[in-house]
Structure formats: C-alpha cells, structure tokens
C-alpha cells in the first residue's frame, strides 16, 4: 500500500485514498466517536442551559445585556467544549499514526487495539499540542504588549510574526507522529521534529499546505449543501429550529474529521519519508514486515 521507498508527491496522494479504503474502520469509525462524543456533549448542554434559562426566567431578553447565570452557562460551555475539542484532537493526532504504521507494515488495523494503542498517547500527546500552542502563542502576546505600550499599528506587527509562526508550525508538524510512534515525550518530540524536517522545510510546507487546501475545499463541499439546506427550510418554531440545527451540524463535525484525519496522515506519511531517507528506515520496516509478530 506504502511503497517502502522515498515517497513523491504521487505516492502520497494514492497512499491517502488506500488508507481510507483499508483501515476506514479505526479512522472513521473511532474519529467519529471522538469528535461526535464532542459534539454530542455540547449540544445537550447548550439545550439544557438553553431550557433551564427559559424556564427560569422566560423573558430573558439578551439586548439587555448578558445576565450572571447566562455569563456563567456560556464559561462552562465554552471550558468544557475546549478541553473536549483538545481531547479529541489529541486522540486523532494519535490515531493517524498508529494506523498508518500497521499499513507500511501491511498489517491489518484492530480498532479495539488501535485506540487503546492511541488513548496511551494522549496525554503526552496533549503537552506536545500545548507547548507547540504556548509557543506560538508568545509571539502574539509580545506584540499585543508592545501595541499597547507603544502604539504601533497591531496588523503590521502581526504580518511580521506570521512568517515565524509558519516556519515555527512547519517544524513542529512532525511531533504528534514522534509521540505515537517513537514513544517520545513533549519536548523530546519537538526537538526530533526539528531535526528531521531541517532541509526539508520547503517541501513540508508545500505539500502540507497542499493537503490543507485540500481537506478545506473537502469539507467545504461536504457542509455547503446542509448550510443551504438549512437556510432554505421555512420558519418551524423555536424547539424545531433548535433540533434541525442540531442535525445540520453533523456535516460540520464531519467535515472538520475529514480535514483532521488528511492533516494528519499527510504528516505522519511525512515522518516516514525522511526517516526512509535519512535513516534507512526502509530496510528496518521490510524486515519488521516479514518477521513474526
């Protein structure tokens, strides 16, 4: 399915599509859980606190300004959705790259075993995402600080951060795969992430940005029909438009699980390449593949 050999940009896009027809079951089937186990949770908890607030005071009106138990609702909501969003990343980043390193063996994928496999990465896998965030995150503080002290326009001295930010994101790109396969902490992972993509960051980017337009103008087109579906429905009520809402989001979660797998198999098929290039990785995999389990 992988050819164990230095990887073109043709080998990857046939390598992507196979993926998906062999192991579609840990991808979608254990993604879908994830990131529906997300959106499952906030959408209960939106119409909870949605009737709870309209049984308790049923002339709410939010032109007059948000109230200290709607305050307190949207915080929980929105602290509770993001440590569920990052969750569920983290079990997918993971994900990948476990799947993948069964198809360079040609192995099959056992979901059961492939996400137990991929929820021991997690946690680590979460200090990576988290340092790669804070990172890329003190550029951004630093500039709001100068803004203020200063005063100089923010837009320019944001256009002045993005290149490194990009550089910074494009050499970290392979650290959830060094976590996964390689059983590396946070920070090890960053540091093997830099080695390997130096020389190669030019190629790294292109093709993942590439994949990124890709899996956007994916999900775009899987969510576009729903959101005119959706606009085009006649007025039901309250209750039923919350409910078709509801259902119309799914596309939504489908089409950020769709990009969130491309991104990430692109990636961790990256980490194989320059391993088989720089490391001889390719003698190590056939031998592995044809060696008793």
């Known amino acids: 399915m992988i050819p164990l050999a230095p990887l073109s940009l043709g080998d990857c896009f046939a390598a992507l599509p196979a993926l998906a027809r062999r192991y579609w079951r840990p991808l979608f089937g254990l993604g879908a859980a994830a990131f529906g186990l997300v959106y499952a949770v ?41 440590l569920l969003t990052l969750l569920s990343h983290a079990f997918v ?33 979460i200090g990576t995402l988290l340092l790669m965030a804070l990172a890329c995150a003190l550029p951004v503080l630093a500039i709001a600080v100068l803004t203020l002290l200063s005063g100089p326009p923010t837009v320019l001295l944001l256009l002045v951060a993005l290149p490194f930010l990009v550089w910074f994101w494009i050499r970290c790109s392979l650290a959830p795969a060094v976590v996964v396969l390689e059983g590396a ?6 540091r093997r ?16 940005l590439l994949m990124s337009v890709l899996g956007t103008v994916a999900a775009t087109a899987l969510v576009l029909p729903f959101d005119a579906l959706g606009a085009a429905l006649p007025t ?14 799914l596309p ?27 490391e001889g990785l390719a003698a190590a995999l056939a031998e592995a593949a044809y060696s008793p389990r």
Do not use: H, K, N
């Open 193 to 208: 992430s830099f080695r390997l993509v130096r020389g190669s960051w030019w190629r790294m980017f292109g093709i993942q």
């Open 42 to 82: 906030t959408y209960l908890y939106s119409a909870a606190a949605v009737l709870y607030l309209g049984s308790a005071d049923p002339y709410i009106d939010l032109d007059q300004g948000l109230s200290g138990a709607l305050l307190t609702v949207v915080a929980i909501s929105v602290s509770v959705g993001a």
């Open 236 to 249: 039901y009520g309250d209750t039923v438009e919350f409910l078709l809402g509801g259902l119309l989001l």
């Open 185 to 190: 902490g946070p920070l090890t992972a960053l």
């Open 252 to 278: 939504t979660v489908a089409g950020v699980l769709l990009s969130t797998l491309l991104s990430q198999l692109t990636a961790a098929l990256l980490y194989t390449d320059l391993r088989i290039r720089r």
């Open 93 to 125: 980043s993971a994900l990948c790259p476990a799947v993948l390193q069964q198809a360079v063996l040609g192995r099959p994928a056992p979901t059961a075993q492939t996400g137990r496999r991929a929820l021991r990465r997690v946690p680590a896998l």
